[in-house]
């Protein structure tokens, strides 16, 4: 019983994770930062296209973004990354995440056009409440 719970979990975490998207390697992170980590900048968007929440809603599910983080809206639960219901992050800061990855995110630059991207951020922050 013990033995066909662990291959459930572990099909489970293996599914999730493949759906994070990205053919690149991830390597594991230090345990501990050397330095200094740059603060968050004030920049403004990367993007100068506003972005349409209903299509960002189909590019979330395409993608698999659910399967990494948590959305109410999407009904999702992932745990890899972070919870977008408590983080609520901000349409620019999810145009960079999802452009350029972060951590164990990867960059979806070059998968997704500039407008799914917009379309995404707007989806994650409207629907986060941010």
Do not use: W
């Amino acid at each position: 019983m013990r033995r066909a719970a662990l291959i459930t979990i572990l099909a489970a975490v293996a599914l999730g994770l493949a759906g994070c998207g990205g053919a690149e390697e991830v390597g594991a992170l230090p345990e501990t930062v050397v330095g200094s980590v740059p603060k968050a900048t004030t920049a403004g968007p990367t993007t100068t296209l506003k972005g349409n929440a209903e299509a960002g809603k189909d590019v979330f599910a395409a993608k698999g973004c659910g399967a990494c983080h948590t959305l109410a809206a999407a009904g999702s639960s992932g745990a890899v990354g972070p919870n977008l219901d408590e983080t609520k992050p901000a349409f620019d800061l999810v145009v960079d995440r999802v452009m350029n990855g972060r951590g164990a995110m990867p960059p979806f630059k070059g998968q997704l056009s500039e407008q799914e991207i917009a379309d995404v951020a707007a989806y994650v922050a409207e629907s986060a409440g941010s």
